[in-house]
């Protein structure tokens, strides 16, 4: 109870996250039948995934020769250095290297993503983006509830690249619309925010439309439910599966999905 007033508390401060305040409230409300285990999940995820060095190669035809990090030492000494002095304990990088040569080999110049925390595939993203001065990455961020992160946010990314770089810090079912407003056809986007079937639902279709033809949707921790994979057999394209989590990064495990889309 006492975390209930608390997140309603941080809510009434924060007046442009109350729309997604009442979903949660009726998602809470709501009783959802799922007819899956998480266990069935991970097994369609593992019969599939192939490695960040494999992906790489299918995506570019290249072999990935080095790490984003030893490719950027000062940027990601810095990074770390800004992460260790950050207050707030915040989500792990997820396959930055795969983002980063996604993004190299499209030539990106406009990007949309959602979910930022401390930054990192903002950072990966962007590495890339600065070398095309016209170039753009739009993010869309809701802080963590109850944890007052939103100074925070971001935080990893150094200053010579927020040029290139704008934080819209909403919810995805404000935020997107707005993205898409300043950049109605992308190269390339990155899901990392609402996990749920509901998130992915909503989110997915509207990213898909804007891509460009030969541009690529990549989503995070797609081993959270079947949303992913749906959302594949619906638009009738065969992704690409990585396994993710890795000691250099983070000790996280999971899968991220990749989708390009096709000509017409």
């Known amino acids: 109870m006492t975390n209930y007033f608390q997140g309603f508390f941080w809510f009434l401060s924060r007046p442009r996250l109350y729309p997604q305040f009442t979903r949660l409230v009726l998602r809470k409300l709501s009783i959802h039948h799922q007819s899956f285990q998480r266990s069935e999940v991970e097994r369609w995820c593992e019969e599939r995934a192939i490695t960040r060095?494999?992906?790489?190669?299918k995506i570019t035809g290249k072999p990935m020769h080095q790490l984003l990090r030893d490719l950027y030492p000062v940027e990601f000494a810095e990074a770390e250095r800004k992460k260790e002095q950050c207050p707030v304990q915040m989500g792990g990088p997820t396959e930055i290297d795969v983002l980063y040569w996604v993004a190299e080999h499209l030539q990106a110049t406009r990007v949309i993503e959602t979910g930022v925390a401390y930054g990192w595939s903002s950072?990966?993203?962007?590495?890339?983006l600065q070398k095309r001065p016209s170039s753009k990455l739009i993010s869309t961020d809701m802080p963590y509830i109850?944890?007052?992160?939103?100074?925070?946010?971001?935080?990893?990314v150094n200053e010579s690249l927020r040029k290139y770089w704008q934080i819209i810090p909403m919810a995805d079912r404000e935020g997107l619309p707005r993205a898409m407003k300043q950049l109605p056809q992308i190269d390339m986007c990155h899901y990392d925010s609402d996990k749920s079937v509901e998130g992915r639902c909503f989110a997915?279709?509207?990213l898909w439309?804007?891509?460009?033809?030969?541009?690529?949707l990549i989503s995070d921790d797609i081993n959270d439910n079947f949303g992913f994979r749906d959302f594949?057999?619906?638009i009738k394209q065969k992704p690409l599966i990585v396994r993710s989590g890795n000691v250099l990064y983070s000790k996280r495990e999971g899968y991220i999905g990749l989708v390009r889309k096709p000509p017409a």
């Open 204 to 206: 997915y279709p509207l």
């Open 146 to 156: 109850n944890r007052n992160n939103d100074r925070y946010v971001g935080c990893v």
């Open 123 to 128: 950072l990966a993203i962007l590495l890339s």
């Open 209 to 216: 439309n804007a891509l460009r033809e030969g541009g690529w």
């Open 53 to 57: 060095s494999e992906a790489v190669a």
């Open 232 to 234: 594949c057999e619906k």
